[in-house]
């Protein structure tokens, strides 16, 4: 199955990986933090689920802000280093190993869904949103960072402008092994549903139709969160905010 190869391609990447949280990660943590502040406000004690974790990062920021937080992934390496970075951190929260679309938390039981870089290895996002609908109270928001990672494999155009970029970061001295790195195999991102559009677009649209009323994006916080040789590369598929609200009123909008 293609979920079992996907989390046979995350599996070997913690493996191989280090167990602290990536250091160009610390080196904005202030611009991560300014951000969350800015759609999600600070937490005094209210409940949010970092969806797709990772290696804890932005459940740090989300304890270090007064949530109450629940740090979600479904696979159980990226927990582990999780649940190390959040007690080197000096932090407590809980881990829940979940899929993105099916959690098993009751209906509007947290207050806050944050997610980064989650949605575009998911072959059912729409069903991702919908969850995330369903688990938030009346007035709570869904925060979401992510870019086009995947588009290029499938539109050959922004394809053709990957490959000019990363020229330029080759010119500029940077080495080749930094420029060539693969995120997950081509064959796998190459199938999935958010590899064939383009967001937040899609996003917007996505969250429109599950009933959330209020959508806020910011298509382009690279130059907030990425580091020089990132914003070179990654400049035509640059990382992009959403934020939705979910309101009590029984009549959408």
């Known amino acids: 199955m293609l979920e079992n190869r996907i989390e046979g391609y995350w599996d070997r990447q913690e493996t191989s990986k280090g167990k602290s949280i990536q250091n160009d990660l610390w080196h904005k943590k202030e611009a991560w ?11 005094k004690n209210l409940k949010a689920l970092d969806v797709g974790t990772g290696d804890g990062f932005l459940a740090i920021l989300l304890a270090e802000l007064e949530y109450s937080v629940t740090a979600i992934d479904c696979y159980p390496d990226r927990l582990e280093q999780a649940r190390k970075n959040v007690k080197a951190a000096g932090k407590s929260m809980r881990f829940l190993k979940a899929k993105p679309h099916a959690i098993g938390l009751p209906n509007e039981s947290v207050d806050v869904i944050v997610s980064r870089n ?10 991702v949103y919908q969850e995330w609908f369903r688990l938030l109270k009346p007035s ?21 402008q990957c490959d000019t970029y990363r020229r330029l970061a080759l010119k500029k001295g940077y080495p080749d092994k930094l420029i060539s790195k693969k995120r997950v195999s081509d064959a796998i991102a190459r199938k999935m549903p958010l590899s064939f559009e383009k967001r937040p677009l899609w996003d917007h649209g996505a969250l429109r139709r599950c009933g959330f009323q209020e959508i806020e994006v910011e298509e382009n ?3 907030l ?6 914003r070179i590369l990654y400049h035509p598929t640059p990382m992009f905010a959403i934020c939705a609200t979910k309101f009590c009123s029984e009549t959408p909008v």
Request: aromatic share 10%; proline share 8%.
């Open 140 to 160: 709570g928001k869904v925060l979401v960072f992510d870019a086009n990672w995947y588009l290029p494999l499938n539109n050959p155009e922004l394809r053709r």
């Open 221 to 223: 916080i690279s130059r």
């Open 33 to 43: 933090e300014s951000l969350l502040i800015k759609y999600i406000g600070r937490g």
């Open 118 to 127: 989650t949605l575009g290895l998911v072959p059912n996002p729409k069903e």
């Open 225 to 230: 969160v990425f580091n020089e040789l990132e």
